[in-house]
Protein backbone atom coordinates (compact mmCIF):
# COMPACT_ATOMS: atom_id res chain seq x y z
CA UNK A 1 0.00 0.00 0.00
CA UNK A 2 1.59 3.40 -1.00
CA UNK A 3 0.59 5.99 2.21
CA UNK A 4 0.13 9.64 1.00
CA UNK A 5 -1.03 11.69 -1.84
CA UNK A 6 2.89 12.58 -2.37
CA UNK A 7 3.69 8.76 -2.29
CA UNK A 8 1.27 8.24 -5.29
CA UNK A 9 1.98 11.28 -7.30
CA UNK A 10 5.18 10.34 -7.49
CA UNK A 11 4.86 6.54 -7.92
CA UNK A 12 2.05 7.43 -11.34
CA UNK A 13 4.71 10.31 -12.39
CA UNK A 14 7.50 7.87 -12.29
CA UNK A 15 5.32 4.80 -14.12
CA UNK A 16 4.01 7.67 -16.45
CA UNK A 17 7.75 8.64 -17.55
CA UNK A 18 8.68 4.68 -18.01
CA UNK A 19 6.10 3.88 -20.10
CA UNK A 20 5.79 7.45 -22.03
CA UNK A 21 9.75 6.38 -22.73
CA UNK A 22 9.06 3.04 -23.33
CA UNK A 23 5.71 3.38 -25.87
CA UNK A 24 7.38 6.56 -27.58
CA UNK A 25 9.19 6.53 -30.53
CA UNK A 26 12.87 7.90 -29.89
CA UNK A 27 15.40 9.97 -31.71
CA UNK A 28 18.28 8.78 -29.76
CA UNK A 29 19.76 5.08 -29.09
CA UNK A 30 17.42 2.96 -27.41
CA UNK A 31 20.49 1.86 -25.14
CA UNK A 32 20.74 5.96 -24.40
CA UNK A 33 17.23 5.66 -23.28
CA UNK A 34 17.50 2.80 -21.10
CA UNK A 35 21.02 4.16 -19.62
CA UNK A 36 19.68 7.29 -18.85
CA UNK A 37 16.54 5.74 -17.28
CA UNK A 38 18.39 3.88 -14.86
CA UNK A 39 20.82 6.64 -13.78
CA UNK A 40 19.87 9.77 -15.64
CA UNK A 41 22.78 11.39 -17.43
CA UNK A 42 24.44 7.83 -18.58
CA UNK A 43 22.43 7.96 -21.76
CA UNK A 44 23.28 11.80 -22.91
CA UNK A 45 27.06 10.66 -21.92
CA UNK A 46 27.14 7.50 -24.31
CA UNK A 47 25.09 10.26 -26.98
CA UNK A 48 28.22 12.60 -26.11
CA UNK A 49 26.30 15.75 -24.54
CA UNK A 50 29.32 15.60 -21.68
CA UNK A 51 27.59 18.86 -19.96
CA UNK A 52 23.79 17.74 -19.80
CA UNK A 53 25.13 14.07 -18.97
CA UNK A 54 27.39 16.13 -15.61
CA UNK A 55 24.06 18.00 -14.93
CA UNK A 56 21.60 14.88 -14.78
CA UNK A 57 24.06 12.84 -12.96
CA UNK A 58 24.31 15.46 -10.73
CA UNK A 59 20.88 16.56 -9.98
CA UNK A 60 19.90 12.50 -10.17
CA UNK A 61 23.05 12.03 -7.28
CA UNK A 62 22.04 14.53 -5.23
CA UNK A 63 18.44 13.77 -5.27
CA UNK A 64 18.51 10.17 -4.23
CA UNK A 65 20.81 11.33 -1.86
CA UNK A 66 18.57 13.85 -0.04
CA UNK A 67 15.76 11.54 -0.64
CA UNK A 68 17.15 9.16 1.64
CA UNK A 69 18.84 10.89 4.20
CA UNK A 70 15.31 13.02 4.88
CA UNK A 71 13.39 9.73 4.40
CA UNK A 72 15.51 8.35 6.94
CA UNK A 73 14.83 11.15 9.40
CA UNK A 74 11.54 11.09 8.35
CA UNK A 75 11.05 7.18 9.46
CA UNK A 76 12.13 8.02 12.64
CA UNK A 77 10.08 10.59 13.71
CA UNK A 78 7.10 9.26 12.60
CA UNK A 79 7.92 6.06 14.75
CA UNK A 80 8.61 7.98 17.18
CA UNK A 81 5.08 9.78 16.80
CA UNK A 82 3.67 6.27 16.33
CA UNK A 83 5.21 5.77 20.09
CA UNK A 84 3.61 8.37 21.73
CA UNK A 85 0.41 8.57 20.45
CA UNK A 86 -0.18 4.74 21.03
CA UNK A 87 1.08 5.25 24.86
CA UNK A 88 -1.42 8.35 24.92
CA UNK A 89 -4.22 6.11 23.82
CA UNK A 90 -3.09 3.63 26.11
CA UNK A 91 -4.16 5.96 29.05
CA UNK A 92 -7.75 5.76 27.96
CA UNK A 93 -7.97 1.90 27.94
CA UNK A 94 -6.02 1.91 31.63
CA UNK A 95 -8.30 4.98 33.27
CA UNK A 96 -11.48 2.50 31.44
CA UNK A 97 -10.30 -0.63 33.47
CA UNK A 98 -9.53 0.89 36.59
CA UNK A 99 -6.39 2.30 36.85
CA UNK A 100 -5.39 5.21 38.38
CA UNK A 101 -2.82 7.79 35.88
CA UNK A 102 -1.08 10.98 36.64
CA UNK A 103 -2.72 13.83 35.10
CA UNK A 104 0.76 15.05 34.63
CA UNK A 105 1.75 11.81 32.79
CA UNK A 106 -1.63 12.04 30.33
CA UNK A 107 -0.32 15.93 29.95
CA UNK A 108 3.36 15.40 29.28
CA UNK A 109 2.51 12.40 26.64
CA UNK A 110 0.19 14.60 24.87
CA UNK A 111 3.02 17.64 24.93
CA UNK A 112 5.75 14.49 23.27
CA UNK A 113 3.31 13.31 20.73
CA UNK A 114 2.31 17.18 19.67
CA UNK A 115 5.91 18.16 19.25
CA UNK A 116 6.62 14.50 17.73
CA UNK A 117 3.68 15.21 15.00
CA UNK A 118 5.46 18.66 14.38
CA UNK A 119 8.71 17.14 14.11
CA UNK A 120 7.12 14.20 11.63
CA UNK A 121 5.34 17.14 9.60
CA UNK A 122 8.86 18.77 9.01
CA UNK A 123 10.36 15.68 8.00
CA UNK A 124 7.92 15.02 5.51
CA UNK A 125 8.03 18.09 3.94
CA UNK A 126 11.56 17.99 3.18
CA UNK A 127 11.30 14.63 1.90
CA UNK A 128 8.58 15.48 -0.31
CA UNK A 129 10.56 18.35 -1.49
CA UNK A 130 13.55 15.49 -2.09
CA UNK A 131 10.93 13.43 -3.96
CA UNK A 132 9.50 16.31 -6.65
CA UNK A 133 13.05 16.85 -7.34
CA UNK A 134 13.80 13.29 -8.08
CA UNK A 135 11.03 13.17 -10.06
CA UNK A 136 11.36 16.54 -11.81
CA UNK A 137 15.19 15.36 -12.51
CA UNK A 138 14.12 12.17 -14.19
CA UNK A 139 11.01 13.55 -16.45
CA UNK A 140 13.77 16.28 -17.55
CA UNK A 141 15.97 13.51 -18.59
CA UNK A 142 13.69 11.15 -19.95
CA UNK A 143 12.28 13.92 -22.29
CA UNK A 144 15.41 15.59 -22.73
CA UNK A 145 17.17 11.88 -24.47
CA UNK A 146 14.34 10.94 -26.12
CA UNK A 147 14.47 14.35 -27.97
CA UNK A 148 18.06 14.72 -28.29
CA UNK A 149 20.53 13.21 -31.21
CA UNK A 150 23.95 11.61 -30.72
CA UNK A 151 26.87 13.88 -30.93
CA UNK A 152 28.52 12.63 -33.76
CA UNK A 153 31.31 15.17 -33.46
CA UNK A 154 30.61 16.35 -36.95
CA UNK A 155 30.63 20.73 -37.72
CA UNK A 156 27.99 21.62 -39.62
CA UNK A 157 29.15 23.39 -42.88
CA UNK A 158 29.10 27.54 -42.79
CA UNK A 159 26.54 29.15 -44.45
CA UNK A 160 27.97 30.89 -47.17
CA UNK A 161 27.93 34.39 -46.48
CA UNK A 162 26.17 37.08 -48.84
CA UNK A 163 26.68 40.92 -48.80
CA UNK A 164 24.62 43.45 -50.38
CA UNK A 165 26.70 46.14 -51.75
CA UNK A 166 25.20 49.51 -53.15
CA UNK A 167 25.97 51.26 -56.21
CA UNK A 168 25.45 54.66 -57.73
CA UNK A 169 22.26 53.38 -59.99
CA UNK A 170 21.52 50.37 -58.12
CA UNK A 171 22.71 47.99 -55.86
CA UNK A 172 24.40 43.84 -56.18
CA UNK A 173 24.05 40.84 -54.52
CA UNK A 174 27.63 39.54 -53.71
CA UNK A 175 27.38 35.56 -52.51
CA UNK A 176 31.16 33.89 -51.54
CA UNK A 177 31.27 30.29 -51.73
CA UNK A 178 34.40 28.51 -50.34
CA UNK A 179 36.19 25.29 -51.83
CA UNK B 1 11.69 -2.88 -22.51
CA UNK B 2 14.55 -5.15 -21.89
CA UNK B 3 17.94 -5.00 -20.12
CA UNK B 4 20.14 -6.58 -22.47
CA UNK B 5 23.08 -7.37 -19.58
CA UNK B 6 22.75 -9.31 -16.49
CA UNK B 7 24.39 -6.12 -14.64
CA UNK B 8 22.22 -3.90 -15.71
CA UNK B 9 18.84 -5.84 -15.29
CA UNK B 10 20.68 -6.04 -11.32
CA UNK B 11 21.15 -2.02 -11.47
CA UNK B 12 17.49 -1.44 -12.60
CA UNK B 13 16.69 -4.47 -9.78
CA UNK B 14 18.17 -2.18 -7.26
CA UNK B 15 16.96 0.95 -7.99
CA UNK B 16 12.87 -0.49 -8.38
CA UNK B 17 14.03 -2.22 -4.85
CA UNK B 18 15.06 1.86 -3.52
CA UNK B 19 11.77 2.98 -5.11
CA UNK B 20 9.83 0.34 -3.68
CA UNK B 21 11.40 0.97 -0.29
CA UNK B 22 10.55 4.57 -0.12
CA UNK B 23 7.39 4.51 -1.64
CA UNK B 24 5.89 1.15 0.57
CA UNK B 25 7.65 0.40 3.36
CA UNK B 26 8.18 3.35 4.92
CA UNK B 27 6.27 4.98 8.32
CA UNK B 28 3.90 7.30 8.66
CA UNK B 29 1.95 10.22 10.74
CA UNK B 30 -1.84 10.29 10.06
CA UNK B 31 -4.53 10.87 12.25
CA UNK B 32 -3.73 12.99 15.17
CA UNK B 33 -5.78 11.97 17.98
CA UNK B 34 -8.60 13.80 20.20
CA UNK B 35 -7.61 15.15 23.56
CA UNK B 36 -8.90 12.17 25.74
CA UNK B 37 -12.55 12.08 26.78
CA UNK B 38 -11.71 12.04 30.96
CA UNK B 39 -11.87 13.96 33.75
CA UNK B 40 -9.12 15.85 35.54
CA UNK B 41 -10.17 16.47 38.97
CA UNK B 42 -9.15 20.06 40.42
CA UNK B 43 -5.93 20.21 42.87
CA UNK B 44 -6.49 20.59 46.43
CA UNK B 45 -6.30 23.35 48.44
CA UNK B 46 -5.93 25.08 51.86
CA UNK B 47 -3.73 22.14 52.35
CA UNK B 48 -2.58 21.58 56.38
CA UNK B 49 -1.24 19.54 58.51
CA UNK B 50 -1.77 19.67 62.46
CA UNK B 51 0.19 17.89 65.03
CA UNK B 52 -2.65 17.11 68.11
CA UNK B 53 -0.46 15.30 70.25
CA UNK B 54 2.65 12.95 70.33
CA UNK B 55 2.85 11.48 66.78
CA UNK B 56 -0.38 12.09 65.49
CA UNK B 57 -1.18 14.06 62.31
CA UNK B 58 -4.04 15.45 60.84
CA UNK B 59 -4.11 16.40 56.93
CA UNK B 60 -7.17 18.80 56.12
CA UNK B 61 -7.27 20.50 52.54
CA UNK B 62 -10.14 22.09 50.78
CA UNK B 63 -11.70 20.70 46.84
CA UNK B 64 -13.40 22.79 45.00
CA UNK B 65 -15.40 20.15 42.88
CA UNK B 66 -16.31 17.41 45.17
CA UNK B 67 -18.63 15.63 42.71
CA UNK B 68 -16.03 14.76 40.21
CA UNK B 69 -13.80 13.10 43.10
CA UNK B 70 -13.82 10.21 44.19
CA UNK B 71 -10.95 9.87 46.19
CA UNK B 72 -7.57 11.18 47.26
CA UNK B 73 -3.74 10.14 48.22
CA UNK B 74 -1.50 11.34 50.23
CA UNK B 75 2.51 11.02 49.96
CA UNK B 76 5.59 11.41 51.78
CA UNK B 77 7.21 13.52 49.05
CA UNK B 78 10.96 12.26 48.73
CA UNK B 79 10.37 9.00 50.78
CA UNK B 80 9.96 6.57 48.07
CA UNK B 81 12.41 4.41 46.57
CA UNK B 82 14.82 6.64 43.98
CA UNK B 83 12.99 9.77 46.05
CA UNK B 84 9.73 9.20 44.95
CA UNK B 85 7.22 9.82 46.18
CA UNK B 86 6.06 7.12 48.87
CA UNK B 87 2.50 6.57 49.26
CA UNK B 88 1.04 7.05 53.44
CA UNK B 89 -2.26 6.65 52.37
CA UNK B 90 -6.00 6.98 50.80
CA UNK B 91 -9.27 8.13 51.58
CA UNK B 92 -12.34 9.27 50.38
CA UNK B 93 -12.89 12.16 52.40
CA UNK B 94 -10.64 15.93 52.43
CA UNK B 95 -9.15 14.72 55.91
CA UNK B 96 -6.80 12.32 56.80
CA UNK B 97 -5.18 11.22 59.99
CA UNK B 98 -2.26 9.41 60.64
CA UNK B 99 0.15 8.37 63.11
CA UNK B 100 4.18 7.30 62.68
CA UNK B 101 6.60 5.33 64.91
CA UNK B 102 8.16 8.90 64.66
CA UNK B 103 8.59 12.74 64.38
CA UNK B 104 8.03 13.42 60.78
CA UNK B 105 8.06 17.42 61.74
CA UNK B 106 9.65 19.19 58.84
CA UNK B 107 8.70 16.62 56.15
CA UNK B 108 6.79 17.38 52.88
CA UNK B 109 3.91 15.91 52.24
CA UNK B 110 1.47 16.12 49.24
CA UNK B 111 -2.41 15.45 48.62
CA UNK B 112 -4.16 14.41 45.24
CA UNK B 113 -7.21 14.10 44.22
CA UNK B 114 -8.05 11.63 42.18
CA UNK B 115 -11.31 12.00 39.54
CA UNK B 116 -14.17 9.53 38.64
CA UNK B 117 -12.28 8.85 35.66
CA UNK B 118 -9.69 7.60 37.49
CA UNK B 119 -7.26 10.50 37.02
CA UNK B 120 -4.67 11.66 39.77
CA UNK B 121 -4.61 15.31 39.79
CA UNK B 122 -2.35 17.75 40.38
CA UNK B 123 -0.37 17.95 44.13
CA UNK B 124 -0.79 20.15 46.67
CA UNK B 125 1.98 20.16 49.03
CA UNK B 126 2.30 21.20 53.14
CA UNK B 127 4.76 20.95 55.50
CA UNK B 128 4.44 18.79 58.66
CA UNK B 129 5.10 21.04 62.10
Known amino acids: MIRGKTMRAAAASAAAILLATAAGPAAAGTSSVLKSIVLPGTGQAQDGHYTRAAIFASAAIISWTGLFATQINYARSAEKYNNEKRTYLSYADLTAGGQVVLQEDIESTYAEMQSAWDQADHDETWRNVFIGALVVTYAVNIVDIVRSKPDTGEVAPAEPSTSLEWRGDGFRLVRTVRF | ?129
Not at chain 2, 26 to 46: A, G, I, W
Not at chain 2, 88 to 98: K, M, N, Q, R, W
Open chain 2, 1 to 129: MRFHSPRRSVLALVLLAGVLAVTVGCPSHEDFPQPLDVTYPPKPTSFVITNPQNFDYDFNWSISNPSIVKGYRIYLVGGGALGGDELIGETTSPTFLATFPLSVANLTFAVRAISTDNVEGLAAVAVAP
